[in-house]
């Protein structure tokens, strides 16, 4: 996956997330994290496009944002321990998976407005 820039909250004028990947091809979405034993403090994976998630196959929990095609979150999943799914989240438009208990240490609630870093 190529490294790319990272996430910046508007609403709450701070960062999210310093590296994100992007996975937006059918293999790299499928792929995920899969195969990975640990997701640093400090990245995260922007699956898109993508509506729901599923845990299986995984080796930890994570948190994941839903977005709609505005970069606004939409819905927040904290803990989702192996094996679960989410819901169907029909206005979103990209997930962002990032490290367990990010979505607490950064603050993030629903309807705030993420940007890319660079365009902060």
Known sequence: MALQRGLYNKTQQKPVVAKVDLATSFFKRLKGLL??????????LFLSPCKS???FGMK???DAVFLNKD??????LEDIQPGAVSGHYPDALSCLELAQGTIKRVNLEIDDQLCWSDEA
């Open 53 to 55: 998630i599923h845990m």
């Open 60 to 62: 930890y929990a994570i």
């Open 71 to 76: 970069l606004k979150v939409v819905e927040l």
């Open 35 to 44: 195969g990975t034993n640990s997701l640093e403090e400090d990245r995260g």
